[in-house]
């Protein structure tokens, strides 16, 4: 047990030893073990976006036991996905890598201008498949987003009871939103701070951009001068901030573009100098070759482990 | 037990044994047992479509007993059919044949654009009817589809904790989707997908045609080169890829037509070639004399019990 | 026990020896007892049309204990009310007539397209105050259908399981069906078969007219020539055929005429002569003096007591 | 113990001996003790039409106590109030009162066409302020009704379990109804019958006009010539005839004039003659001085206590 | 424990020895202990508003921990918050402050007509979390108010069996509403009035302005001459007659401007003469740097400390 990841749990005073060692066995398992850096393997895009588009470009990835091994090959701290996948694999790899069931879900064969989440998981499904965690996806900006909100408040309490660590996705989307507005700092922070006092442990967000959405947020951000100029400023913002001072585990998506991985490892490269505590990279690590992933993902490991000062709480 | 029913078994790892005696009585049940293959004779049309409509052209299959036995003399695996209709049976021919609870319904006394189900069976009611499976309709694009997702996942959830098997029908319908993309291959393959990360352990989907719903996937059916061109490979698609490599026991629908028998077992043949589990067959064998029912039923049962190689996971 | 009660009770082979003795008591009371032959008086036009409609033409019937003395003096098999008129007489008149509990139940202060029922009592009403059975309405055809038969499916199943009969009324209304649809002979026994296979013991649905609401069930009636014609016929078509090929119970309402007692014997007669099970009359039992209305429902049981053939399931 | 009380009881065959003794209580309690009659002071407006406009007027009134007080001086049957003043002053007047928890309530903060109730207590509040009784309010005419329906049938059970007795104040309101036929005697008639049947044992309505809201009723109170005339028909015909033939105790609205006594008592006096059995009347007792408001309570309690034949059920 | 604090007690007859010993920790706790007066400090804003736009003009308050660290500073009676705010500190600062959990949050991701708020925190969570009390806000006005208020009289019965005391923000906002009316004296009378009746113990409003909303309560307010002309004057109409006529505890908004601190102080002396309760005031307290917080929060204890003669209720 580093010192690093004694720090990080001494901020979850609110939880229980069964919680606390679920965080630690995210943070103690892989390569970045003992870091308080996360690479997380999800996937849920079967679901989200459909099987041939998601592992088309990569056939073996249709099998749910690509992912576990994937995960594993490449040392990652934890492997997410629904229901199904999880039942696929969880007893072939038992005790292999922490899992993390994504408890909802949302599917694209419907364009819904307010989206919302079906659960398809519950703290017994987690329990029982042996998880450290349950994740859940919410959309600030969507009319349905209170329901979300319910929905994870009433799963969270349960799994925090049960020992479980609670990580949240929160994706501002819908109505209340621009295009634009769905990766603005302002929005991006927003969503974070959201995920934070709903109670996660571990919250993912977007890379944000430098657009502001909202008026009277820009006034703040003009008046105080706050620095979002660079992506590294922009993820110092976001995590030593919004996320409450830096006192919870904040990740950031791995992007959706394929290929062009000196892009990606740049913005890895800012996530760690803004002090971000790593990346969940699903379509960028399951849609190549695995060989060619377990390559990346390891790159990315080795950025998240450099000797980049620790970033602490202010 | 052959080697094959243990091959099918040990893809459902996460289930108790009672789950798996129960897709094993599903297995070794009937002409096709021991060899993973599925003739299945489900009888929801009564509830779904009217009496008169599905009973009418011959009137012995007004009366539920008529059903239990076309099941047991043709030699099915199972017999699927609405609370009503199993309880009119389930104490005469109890043990004569698994049963499987449809646990939801939708009846044409109206046109919605966007369909939603019913809850019309419990757990409680399956096991008290002795059921081997619960079965569940879902609408992949209707507005109502997540209502339906988490109605499926409660259930399905205590119907595992009691050691039963969880059937789905995957049905795209609704506004979200076009009339040709209703069996369109990408839309099917994510039919099949959807209801695998729900955790069922038997998909049941309609035969794909080569329509591509979906800009998104068309492009990667296209650069991927999938093939999806005759009737054997779209079935080799959605079950030896989108349903989790082939390690999802995946069924097709039986048709609408009725008589033209020769089109129905080339079908057969290509779910077959294409490496299917097998054919879930309503109007096509009850809407005809007994005789002639079984008569075709054995045909299609010999189709799968041909030497075609056994699919293997990739 | 008649011979023909053993032969009804033997048809619900999935029901507990509670729910069979209490479909045993409402075959073994009154003037009808042992026939298999059913006259039910039910008193729920309070509710569903407001007391001065219902009861002005006969002011003793605003008293709730009118309706007990009437079934009882008749030699009606049961009783069925909301529960407002069961409170007020179960003690007084306890074990002298079967009792039905109307669990739902429609008023008139608003006109709506598509119409729904609210819960008005539950299976714990209906056991402390001594019932056989409880009652509900469905109404296929309007949007809030799905609603009314999840509702059922939950107390049914409560229902059996503390050994009471289930009785549905399923009425078709709504959006989905237009207003010669709602007795049209096709959607009759659409509904008689969604509510066995909703699981009702007893099924109540109006008398039938040779219209057909439905094209796709047109066909079916012209191609296979389902006699139709006569009233005889079409009570045969729901209850021998429709109806679980004649194994569940169905009966029929005694019309909103009242005076014209020709025209209403002839209906019965109908039912009788189509192998229908009985009637269920309420406006033309109580909306004249009493004398008068035992009178006529002894005259309604003394042609369902008469030597016709009884109908026997196919 | 006398007679009459007596009698009302034994219309109640459905209840336990707890919640018959609650109605002993109501009976048995204040002035008018052993007559059967019911004066209640309710104080919901507070919460139904703001403090200022309630208790400006008199502004004592804006102290919970003083309702207590007010009752208890006045000999009223019991008081009504939500939770909030109940909590108020259950302890500091304990066993002086007999109490009625007011368990869901509407307040004036927006217009809707179609009012609703927030259910604002539960039995257990009930039981733990040591009422005797739970009260609801019913808009028959509003689209929302089945809701308010289902909620007062739920509490209704359960007080019913826990020896409460059941108020329900059945007010047609909403976008089925006119505004005159929000007191039109069918109305109130049809009013008062819903909350019987849904197992009231007071129901409370306003005091009826003469004007006939529906077709279909109008024909009957023409044709069967229900005197309806004077305001003392009026109240016979809903008292004796729509509350299950006088079997329930129905008692009418106190009138929203304030200082025109003499109207008011006119309307004691014909509610009297009627063979109402008492009144409700909020605004005219406590938005005058408290001396002046136990004058005229006890000036109505002498009417309700005079020598007028007692209403006998027909 | 003072004879202030004792006579409030006493005016909450109906609750339990823990909620009381709960509401004397809170009136027992910082600089105000034993006067009876109240300043909270209340910090939403992170969920309601965004971070940035909250924190950013004082960055130190990102940081859940400064929260705590200001309120025990300034000797505030208590602290509330959501459940992350509260969950990051609640260890450290064990035993140093009474905490109030804020269970239901609303946030600006989306402009609603009809504002509503997700539940966010349980009961459960208070408990584990040692927390003396719980609050919600709901939003009369709102077509959304009847789930609110729904949702505040489940957990509050939830809340008072445990022994904890509950608090209510009541905001008028809304479509039945318009701006002028939000903060108008009647608007803002009523709502206390609401949450009092809700069973509130500690009741928060806006302080109001002489705008009179309702044609209704006008006539009220002008025929009766309230006296509402200076704040002092509409504060004591708010807390000496609608909170129940002086008998609840109600405090009052601190204001959203920043600096003017001499309009701040003016408003509290107002409160003061007006006999109101306090103040719980966020943003003025911790969007400044922590000397000058602490500073103006003593100042503003001060004035509540001053022997203005104590507030009885009529």
């Not at 944000?208 to 979002?228: C, G, H, L, M, N």
Request: charged share 20%; hydrophobic share 35%; with cysteine.
């Amino acid at each position: 047990m580093t010192d690093r990841v004694r720090e990080i749990l001494s901020w979850y005073g609110a939880d229980n030893p069964g919680t606390l060692a679920n965080l630690a066995r995210l943070m103690n398992h892989g390569r970045l073990a003992g870091t308080g850096k996360f690479v997380i393997l999800p996937v849920d895009q079967g679901f989200e976006h459909g099987p041939a588009r998601s592992f088309g470009p990569n056939p073996p990835a249709y099998d749910p036991r690509y992912h576990f091994e994937l995960a594993i090959e490449a040392g990652c701290n934890a492997y997410a996905a629904p229901l199904g996948f999880l039942e696929a694999g969880a007893r072939d790899f038992a005790g292999e890598i922490p899992l993390i069931l994504k408890a909802n879900d949302h599917d694209l064969t419907m364009n819904e201008k307010d989206p919302n989440q079906a659960l398809t998981g519950s703290v017994e499904d987690a329990l029982r498949l042996g998880c450290a965690a349950i994740g859940f996806t919410i959309y600030p900006g969507s009319e349905h987003r209170f329901e979300m909100y319910e929905q994870v408040r009433a799963l969270a309490q349960k799994a925090k009871r049960n020992g479980l660590a609670v990580v949240i996705w929160s994706y501002p989307r819908g109505s209340g939103i621009s295009k634009d507005g769905e990766t603005g700092i302002d929005i991006c922070g927003y969503a974070a701070q959201i995920a934070c006092q709903l109670g996660a442990h571990i919250v993912k967000v977007k890379l944000p951009t430098a657009f502001i959405e909202q008026d009277e947020a820009r006034k703040v951000y003009e008046s105080q001068k706050i620095p979002i100029a660079t992506q590294a400023e922009r993820v110092r913002h976001v995590t030593q901030q919004c996320s409450f001072g830096g006192r919870r585990i904040t990740i950031f998506s791995g992007g959706s573009f394929v290929g062009d991985d000196k892009t990606l490892l740049d913005e890895i490269r800012a996530i760690q100098e803004g002090g971000g505590f790593g990346t969940i990279m699903g379509r960028n690590s399951f849609q190549r070759p695995k060989a060619d992933a377990v390559r990346l993902l390891r790159e990315i490991m080795d950025i998240y482990a450099s000797p980049t000062p620790q970033p602490s709480p202010s």
